[in-house]
């Protein structure tokens, strides 16, 4: 089955509403990426991280990962209409070289 | 800078036919993967490459085969193609960090 499972499934927002997404791996994660995919586009890097229990911000976005290495979170503040597509998360485990992705997060914004 | 190229864009296919998907990649990189999307699975890796002359099986690779002759090249080949193969395929290169993906190729088996 899945090995890395992200809730909810589908998020629709108001524009301005806060959005938070959820990863969990069912195996301890050498580091942890984020990706956003545009409707119709490919997925596209956001950021990455290693340490446990590590935060990192870029601009609204807020993303953590879990001081056991298997889970994360991905926090926007005040979404934008840009916000909108979906985003997963994608982690390498230990001594290998897979990198895994969720199952993503489709994020739908409301002017 | 071309980055990852994939082709074809589109492709319909009947069962039982096989085809290639191709993947080019002009970054250099070590690290090259196939994966497939299908709603609500996200993106399942079916076969990846750590270098030239080294592949190994993913999360879904019963039906594809894969080899890496070259560096650049990661052809992804389809045996005899199956209804339960529709789905948007995506190849992905990196180095040690952040991957690059291709456009995509969407594939129908009718």
């Known amino acids: 089955g899945q090995q890395v499972m992200q809730i909810p499934q589908y998020q629709h927002v108001q524009e301005g509403e806060d959005f938070t997404t959820y990863c969990n791996s069912s195996?301890?994660?050498?580091?942890i990426q984020w990706y956003k995919q545009r409707p119709g586009g490919h997925p596209v890097f956001l950021i990455q991280l290693v340490k446990s229990g590590e935060v990192k911000k870029q601009k609204r976005l807020t993303f953590q990962f879990g001081e056991a290495k298997k889970n994360s979170s991905l926090h926007i503040t005040a979404t934008q209409t840009t916000d909108v597509g979906t985003y997963f998360c994608?982690?390498?485990?230990?001594?290998?070289?897979?990198?895994?992705f969720g199952t993503g997060t489709r994020l739908q914004v409301f002017p | 800078n071309a980055g990852v190229t994939q082709t074809p864009k589109f492709q319909v296919l009947k069962t039982g036919q096989s085809m290639t998907l191709q993947c080019a990649q002009d970054m250099n990189h070590e690290y090259m993967s196939w994966y497939r999307q299908d709603p609500g699975m996200g993106l399942r890796l079916i076969h990846y490459s750590v270098g030239a002359g080294i592949t190994d099986q993913g999360e879904v690779p019963n039906g594809y085969n894969v080899s890496r002759s070259t560096t650049e090249d990661f052809p992804l080949r389809l045996l005899s193609a199956a209804p339960s193969q529709t789905s948007v395929y995506f190849c992905?290169?990196?180095?040690?960090?952040?991957?690059?993906f291709g456009q995509g190729t969407r594939l129908t088996v009718v």
């Open positions: 994608a982690g390498l485990r230990y001594n290998t070289d897979k990198l895994i």
């Open positions: 992905a290169s990196r180095e040690n960090t952040e991957a690059f």
């Open positions: 195996t301890t994660l050498s580091n």
